[in-house]
């Protein structure tokens, strides 16, 4: 499984990036997937997840209202479309995926194998 993620950048504080990550090597609607991000000196952290067939998704609460998750398993992509963004939201994004589970999603980092090389958001103020 191979995901690659783009979309990073810079934007002033309120602008919007959308955020993409395709996958290749898999049959894509098997896996659930995910955002995480990790800003300097901290910890990876949960941003969205999405289930397989994309009905169901899960937020953390710093984001939720402003960012919507989405996929697209004919094409094998899974975005994160992010809206009114704030300097706290400044990190490296990773796009994530597994299969293993029969849940819908996972909020855990440890719950997935596959991981995108990450992209760059930086919010100025």
């Known amino acids: 499984v191979q995901l690659q993620a783009s979309g990073g950048g810079l934007v002033q504080a309120g602008g919007s990036l959308a955020l993409s990550c395709a996958a290749s090597?898999?049959?894509?609607?098997?896996?659930?997937m995910a955002w995480y991000r990790q800003a300097p000196g901290k910890e990876r952290e949960f941003v969205a997840a999405?289930?397989?067939?994309?009905?169901?998704?899960d937020y953390a609460d710093a984001v939720k209202g402003r960012f919507t998750i989405s996929r697209d398993n004919a094409e094998k992509t899974t975005s994160l479309l992010m809206n009114r963004l704030k300097p706290e939201d400044t990190a490296v994004y990773y796009c994530?995926?597994?299969?293993?589970?029969?849940?819908?999603?996972?909020?855990?980092?440890?719950?997935?194998?596959?991981w995108g090389q990450g992209t760059q958001v930086t919010v100025s103020s």
């Open positions: 994530a995926a597994d299969r293993k589970y029969s849940a819908s999603y996972s909020r855990s980092s440890s719950d997935y194998t596959y």
């Open positions: 999405v289930s397989r067939n994309g009905l169901i998704t």
């Open positions: 090597g898999v049959t894509f609607s098997m896996y659930y």
